[in-house]
């Protein structure tokens, strides 16, 4: 008797997937600063690790995709599970920095396997249900990032390496899982040839310059993204610099960080969107992101990392809210062209914001750690923030509520 797909699988998927990659966060510039001798050094290398890890991830979401489509959703699923296992427990073992940036690379392009678990839900949700499903994996996401750093913390206390074998050992559990319960959801007549022509990042991006109506919003969501991943990017060796934090503090603060982005997307966005609305939303959180970058960067004790977070709640509501605008401005035929052109433009800032913050961090990481200009890298998040806010103004005040604009496929 074939077995009937289940989100259950896809949703511990993407649960142990996040908390894997958010095990080795508190602890991934502790191990690189055993193999460097000085902070500008451990700085910089961190940086290149970010930077190849997000720039194998969006060269390889969209190939990994089509392959899916080729093949079928279990196999490419299952391999890229298997092969992110591997990249965890090679990662504890390495005795080199290259050998530790080879691994980042393999672990980027196994981790892109989020296109693949969407995918997947896709072809077993109804129209209805879609929104539904895709809102759960949101939630499995969201509750990874909260208990990977923490736990990564705790354990990168004990031993710096012993993450990385449980990040491991999580993956064998869920590809062992997948083996035995996963079914395929693709069936072989729908399956279709690669189209190397669209299996890229590029072709993706290429659709937003069709958003028309919205193009300033494009422009400001890459903005904020920037931003944020610029703060994703030195929160840990910042926080080491500035206050002397190790793993087990900075796996509890990136706790807090996802605790709050999880009370104001999954309990308070939907009540504050029919009070205020996305526009006004939009504006008052990008207003509260902006002192709160300003603030992290002036910030002279750990305890006030803390406050600021719980202070900046609305902050969290701005991608959804600006993800909606342009959805809603979207042909609702062509969803999936403008959410993947903006899933694509993430995945860019991704790889941008480590060749800002780090370098940046590096030229002040040799101050006192009482000095303001060890905040640098707040301070530019904070720029490109305010940058955001002034064409977010200009916008709003030039369009109404915009008509739908039809995206033409690139």
Not at 6 to 13: D, S
Not at 135 to 141: H, V
Not at 336 to 362: D, F, K, N, R
Request: proline content about 5%.
């Amino acid at each position: 008797m074939r077995r009937q797909p289940a989100i259950a699988f896809i949703l511990v998927t993407v649960l142990i997937d996040v908390m894997g990659i958010g095990l080795l966060l508190p602890v991934i510039p502790a191990l690189v600063g055993e193999f460097t001798a000085s902070r500008d050094a451990q700085t910089y290398w961190y940086g290149a690790l970010m930077v190849t890890f997000g720039l194998a991830q969006f060269l390889c979401s969209p190939l990994l995709g089509a392959l899916s489509d080729r093949y079928g959703r279990r196999p490419v699923l299952l391999a890229s599970i298997t092969g992110l296992g591997t990249m965890f427990f090679l990662s504890a073992i390495v005795t080199s920095l290259p050998a530790l940036l080879a691994t980042r690379v393999l672990g980027g392009a196994l981790a892109a396997n989020f296109s693949v678990a969407n995918a997947y839900v896709a072809d077993i949700s109804t129209p209805e249900q879609r929104a539904r499903s895709f809102g759960r994996i949101g939630a499995a996401f969201g509750i990874g990032f909260i208990v990977g750093p923490a736990i990564g913390g705790t354990l990168g206390s004990i031993d710096i390496r012993l993450p990385f074998y449980a990040a491991a050992a999580l993956s064998l559990v869920n590809a062992v899982y997948g083996l035995l319960v996963l079914p395929e959801s693709l069936p072989r007549e729908r399956r279709k040839a690669i189209e190397w022509r669209k299996a890229n990042p590029f072709s993706s991006l290429a659709g937003l310059a069709r958003l028309k109506s919205v193009g300033a919003l494009v422009v400001v969501i890459g903005l904020v993204t920037l931003a944020q991943f610029i703060l994703h990017g030195t929160w840990v060796l910042y926080t080491g610099f500035r206050f002397g934090w190790g793993p087990q503090e900075n796996g509890l603060s990136l706790f807090v960080v996802g605790l709050a982005s999880a009370v104001m997307q999954g309990l308070l966005l939907g009540w504050m969107l029919k009070r205020i609305g996305e526009r006004q939303l939009v504006m008052a959180g990008m207003v509260s992101g902006l002192f709160a970058y300003t603030f992290y960067g002036l910030a002279t004790r750990g305890w006030m990392m803390y406050a600021i977070i719980a202070s900046n709640l609305l902050a969290f509501a701005v991608g959804p809210s600006l993800n909606a605008i342009v959805s809603k401005a979207a042909d609702p035929r062509q969803q999936g062209l403008a959410m993947g052109s903006l899933s694509s433009l993430a995945s860019l800032m991704a790889v941008i914001a480590p060749m800002a913050g780090a370098p940046l961090l590096a030229e002040v990481s040799h101050l006192p750690a009482g000095d303001w200009r060890i905040g640098a890298p707040f301070f530019l998040s904070a720029a490109l923030q305010a940058a955001a806010l002034v064409l977010a103004v200009i916008h709003f005040r030039r369009h109404r509520p915009v008509p739908h604009v039809a995206i033409e496929s690139p």
